[in-house]
């Protein structure tokens, strides 16, 4: 009963407004003298025993009551609750990410304060049993853990396991200012663990550490200082997919620090791009094969079912799987449509867009690149030599390049190309190098280039040139004009097409 009526109507919230819940249960929430309660199921202090031992401490300024971790009847509870939560939940696509949680303090595996008594409270063969439990309940849906367990990530990694990090930004990474290592920094006891590929099977998260989390965007923020870590940089390091930020949602922010908080949002998880789309001739009469070559240029994978799918005005439409195994930053693969109508009408309107069975309703799994905030990539190609003409005859193809104008912004953390054309400024004199701070004043921030956003006026046609004789030609994706020669995608505008 307790899910019907406490934890459906949150995650469908949540649902509803398009956004993944991520799921969390405590025993010892600390709070206040005063204002504290406990949550550690009564029926077990009631009807066995089950121990509690009051705690108060300064530091925190909060008390609770921690429940004898070692009690075998509490293990049976605890074991019995996961079973039935993934038996509920595993695989429910409403449902992001669920964090191991139910051990220590706010669920978050420790039992910290200034009395070092405390501290090894939640035996480790406690902690064993319940990654088994996680484990055995959940297998689709992601869980993570709030620190490296040997049990369950490094040598012993298990498939889907990952980590959280609730004071991120704060204790996250040692950047050596602090006048001696900080074994017990996250990134640290990661390393300790030789965890650090847990990523490319297990989502990273966590929470801003809530005192950051007002300042940490604004100009004056001084990254770098001993718990004042600057938020891209231990991005990159852990690859985080995503971070809770409540006053990001509350208080909210503005001007320049609304701005590096969206670059911020953007630099973490996956970025799917279409690198090159070519066309040949197909096995199937009066068809073409269309293969598209995808990078993953962000940080972290997309954790569940992604495939790519293929579009075109006359009715056609195809989806293949896969896009979820480009895991490694700047990794690529291909993918090949076949039996495409070899039309003009076809060729000259293909959309491609991904898809996934966990995407929500109004929240669709989207490029860092294309139309409609990347929802759709749109292409138009040649028929390929030897392909027969389209039935009904029709004017000679012309080609409308897309007018394009180069916007910036400047950011501490890189943001999305999508992110740079809605919010940035035309391009000038003020950024004149990109991810340099020319023209960004204080603060760490660099320029940040998109020289392909929409926009300008368009040119006059232009009919294209005659078809090689030998094989399609590939789709510079700057211009997403076809390329027989070598397709150059870096750097500035000027630099930016096709080179012979």
Request: hydrophobic fraction near 35%; charged fraction near 15%.
């Amino acid at each position: 009963p307790g899910f019907d009526t406490v934890v459906e109507p949150r995650i469908a919230a949540s649902a509803s407004r398009g956004k993944h819940s991520i799921l969390r249960f405590y025993m010892d929430y600390p709070q206040p003298a005063g204002s504290y309660v406990s949550h550690t199921p009564q029926f077990l202090i009631d009807d066995y025993n089950l121990t509690m031992t009051p705690w108060s401490s300064v530091d925190l300024n909060t008390v609770g009551s921690s429940p004898d971790y070692s009690d075998e009847n509490l293990k049976t509870a605890l074991n019995n609750f996961v079973a039935a939560l993934g038996s509920r939940y595993d695989g429910d696509s409403r449902v992001g990410f669920i964090q191991v949680g139910l051990l220590g303090f706010w669920g978050e595996w420790h039992t910290w304060t200034e009395d070092s008594a405390t501290h090894s409270w939640i035996p480790d063969a406690t902690k064993m049993e319940l990654i088994d439990a996680f484990d055995a309940a959940f297998q689709t849906t992601q869980v993570q853990i709030r620190y490296p367990h040997w049990y369950a990530v490094g040598a012993n990694q298990r498939q889907g396991f990952g980590l959280h990090d609730d004071s991120f930004a704060h204790s996250t990474i040692d950047e050596g200012v602090y006048g001696a290592p900080m074994s017990w920094f996250f990134w640290s006891q990661v390393q300790a663990t030789a965890a650090t590929d847990f990523w490319m099977s297990g989502a990273m998260g966590g929470e801003v550490r809530p005192e950051l989390q007002a300042t940490i965007f604004d100009d004056n923020y001084a990254a770098g200082t001993q718990y004042k870590q600057d938020f891209g940089m231990c991005a990159d390091t852990t690859h985080a997919t995503y971070m809770l930020n409540y006053h990001a949602f509350g208080t909210s922010y503005t001007g320049n620090a609304l701005v590096s908080a969206r670059a911020a949002s953007d630099q973490m998880g996956y970025a799917f791009r279409i690198t090159e789309v070519s066309v040949a001739e197909g096995s199937v009469g009066d068809t073409v094969d269309i293969t598209a070559t995808v990078i993953q240029d962000g940080i972290a994978p997309f954790y569940y079912d992604l495939s790519i799918g293929l579009a075109c005005p006359e009715g056609f439409s195809v989806t293949v799987g896969g896009v979820d195994g480009i895991v490694s930053e700047g990794s690529t693969a291909s993918f090949t449509f076949t039996a495409v109508p070899a039309t003009s009408t076809c060729l000259s309107s293909l959309d491609f867009s991904l898809s996934s069975s966990y995407a929500l309703a109004g929240a669709p799994v989207k490029f860092a690149q294309g139309v409609s905030g990347g929802t759709v990539v749109e292409v138009s190609l040649p028929l390929p030599p030897g392909s027969p003409p389209s039935t009904s005859p029709t004017p000679s193809p012309t080609t409308t390049p897309v007018a394009t104008q180069a916007k910036y912004i400047c950011s501490k953390n890189m943001p999305l190309p999508t992110t740079i054309c809605v919010e940035g400024s035309l391009a000038g004199g003020d950024c004149a190098n990109e991810n340099e701070n020319n023209g960004c004043q204080k603060g760490g921030k660099r320029c940040w280039w998109n020289p392909a956003c929409s926009g300008g006026d368009n040119p006059p046609p232009i009919t294209p040139s005659p078809t090689p004789s030998t094989g399609g030609c590939p789709v510079c994706a700057p211009t997403g004009q076809p390329c027989c020669g070598t397709c150059i995608d870096s750097g500035k505008p000027s630099r930016r097409g096709c080179s012979a």
